[in-house]
Nanobody, 123 residues
Framework: QVQLAESGGGLVQAGGSLRLSCAAS????????MGWFRQPPGKEREFVAA????????FYADSVKGRFTISRDNAKSTLYLQMNSLKPEDTAVYYC????????????????WGQGTQVTVSS
């Protein structure tokens, strides 16, 4: 079993940047695809980005493409999400997740989750 802990959220003005981290404990992190999801207030959880176990391939939601970058450091068992040019509509609780079995954009496909970190973007 892998446990995940997100950090790096906070309050930022529109146009600003934040870097989220997701620290993993457990033996399977380096072999699992990983992803980021977010849940805006009053809305369902939505896919943000995913990365293969090696980091060689990445995938993004259209809404964040060109602004967000997902990366990982398997030696440190840590997943990252660099968020630039933030917009008020990026306000959400951000979750990291691991080991999808199915469509990676579907939250149901992912096996384990962190507790989330709040990102608030003011206009």
């Amino acid at each position: 079993q892998v446990q995940l802990a997100e950090s790096g959220g906070g309050l930022v003005q529109a146009g600003g940047s934040l870097r989220l981290s997701c620290a993993a404990s457990g033996r399977t992190f380096s072999s699992d695809p990983m992803g980021w999801f977010r849940q805006p207030p009053g809305k369902e959880r939505e896919f943000v980005a995913a990365i293969t176990w090696s980091g060689s391939s990445t995938f993004y939601a259209d809404s964040v493409k060109g602004r967000f970058t997902i990366s990982r450091d398997n030696a440190k068992s840590t997943l990252y999400l660099q968020m630039n040019s933030l917009k008020p509509e990026d306000t959400a609780v951000y979750y990291c997740a691991g080991d999808p079995d199915g469509t990676y954009t579907d939250p149901v496909a992912w096996s384990y989750w962190g507790q989330g970190t709040q990102v608030t973007v003011s206009s």
